[in-house]
């Protein structure tokens, strides 16, 4: 297979598969809509959790809007459909909601829990390609998805119906999310680890603070601007004015712009970069970084109301694993 046929090949893939999302999008202005509103309105109604089943390509990718669901403050789990007929039924509670996925709405292994649904009276939602299928007609929601060609040149291999699928999933997820005010701080609370856990991290929690913030008074003699440098070890100081009010900053670099000059004898006045960059305490790690980044400098001070409070380094911002 040559090569332009081969890039021919994953161009055709990404052009049916945006074709097949265009679709879904073109969905929200018919009564699709209305059915979704229904599935969130459900969904945010239950005391207990989203319990997500389904089999084959279907299961695969609603495991992932299980897990997308949990992380975003709506609690769910994926259950089998075919381990559910042996014993996983129990798992589904009287107060939870289940959101089946088959698209053909004939999958065999969801009857015992669409039989499991009527007896106990839980909520089901459908997410299929056929709304007067078995799974259809039992449902209380029926998230029709448009039948659209699948990127698979035989029209079989489930790739545009399981995008499909996990949009969707991904919309019910993030509507839910908006839907209860779920906070950069609750998605914290659910990410504590790794590289997410770690942008997340407010300022204050990581910030130098008290005596280890490096400052002088405006006025002061370089000599002990030099020391703060030395004895604080974050290659700059704050210069503050007589209230306390943040008005520059010394760093590293100034002191090596400025070796010509009679360093010692000057005051920090004439070798501070006035209206230094600063961050807020509540503001994200990551940001911060972005600051950093962007500047092209190592530290940030810390201020509330102009009066510094904190400072943070890049390696305090490394450490804790943000990139």
Not at 8 to 30: F, H, K, P, W
Not at 103 to 121: C, D, P, Q
Not at 144 to 160: G, M, Q, V, W
Request: aromatic share 4%.
């Amino acid at each position: 297979m040559p090569d332009k046929d081969i890039i021919a090949s994953a161009r055709n893939t990404m052009v049916t598969e945006q074709a097949g999302l265009a679709a879904l999008a073109g969905a929200m202005d018919t009564p699709f809509a209305g059915e979704f509103v229904k599935a969130v309105k459900i969904i945010r109604k239950i005391t207990g959790r989203v319990i997500v089943t389904g089999v084959g390509k279907s299961g695969h990718i609603g495991t992932k809007i299980a897990a997308t669901m949990a992380s975003t403050g709506t609690p769910a789990f994926f259950v089998h459909s075919s381990e559910a007929n042996h014993g996983d039924l129990g798992m589904i509670a009287r107060d939870d909601a289940i959101l089946a996925l088959s698209w053909s709405g004939e999958t065999a292994e969801l009857k015992g829990v669409l039989a499991y649904s009527k007896r106990f009276s839980i909520p089901l939602i459908a997410i299929t390609s056929k709304a007067g299928s078995t799974l259809g007609k039992e449902a209380d929601v029926v998230l029709a998805i448009p039948r659209k060609e699948e990127a698979c040149p035989h029209n079989l291999a489930p790739t545009t119906s399981a995008l499909m699928q996990l949009a969707l999933g991904d919309a019910l997820a993030v509507a839910l999310l908006q839907n209860r005010g779920f906070t950069v701080g609750d998605f914290r609370t659910f990410h504590p680890g790794g590289q997410l856990g770690a942008s997340l991290t407010h300022i204050h929690d990581i910030m130098h603070a008290g005596d280890q913030v490096p400052l002088v008074t405006t006025g002061a003699p370089m000599t002990d601007a030099i020391t703060q440098i030395s004895q604080k070890g974050f290659g700059c100081v704050g210069i503050i004015d007589k209230v306390g009010n943040l008005i520059g900053i010394i760093t590293d670099g100034d002191l090596r712009r400025n070796l010509k000059k009679d360093l010692l004898g000057e005051t920090v006045n004439s070798i501070m970069t006035p209206n230094p960059k600063t961050v807020q305490p509540e503001m994200l790690a990551i940001a911060a970084m972005e600051i950093l980044d962007h500047s092209a400098i190592t530290a940030l001070m810390v201020t509330r109301d102009d009066k510094p409070i904190g400072i943070v380094h890049i390696h305090d911002l490394l450490k804790i694993g943000v990139v």
